[in-house]
């Protein structure tokens, strides 16, 4: 499974277990991510998210994470996750648009 897919499904659950949480830091669900086994460790607060953040917003893929919301700074941009009424439907449509995508590449 893909890892935008991944943690679309954790935040799901995270957001479904805690009703009351609207917003939370991408970084901060760093452990969860972990435990999910999506990253191996979490590396300097919260890094390795933030790279793969980073590397969507480069490549124009944001969309990939809908629970995705930035706050777009001069120099850095703080990134947060918002939760959301994101279907599993809309989940799997996205995992399904990357698996095409990857399809279509490797026959290149």
Not at 25 to 32: E, G, H, I, R
Request: hydrophobic letters at 35%.
């Amino acid at each position: 499974m893909d890892k935008c897919t991944q943690i679309n499904l954790v935040l799901k659950d995270y957001f479904e277990l805690n009703l009351g949480v609207k917003q939370i830091p991408a970084k901060d669900m760093m452990p969860y991510f972990v435990l999910a086994g999506i990253f191996k460790k979490d590396e300097k607060n919260g890094l390795p998210i933030q790279n793969l953040i980073r590397k969507l917003d480069n490549d124009n893929q944001l969309h990939l994470i809908p629970y995705l919301s930035g706050d777009r700074k001069k120099v850095y941009t703080k990134w947060y996750f918002l939760t959301g009424n994101y279907s599993l439907n809309k989940i799997v449509k996205i995992q399904n648009s990357i698996l095409k995508k990857k399809i279509v590449k490797s026959k290149k």
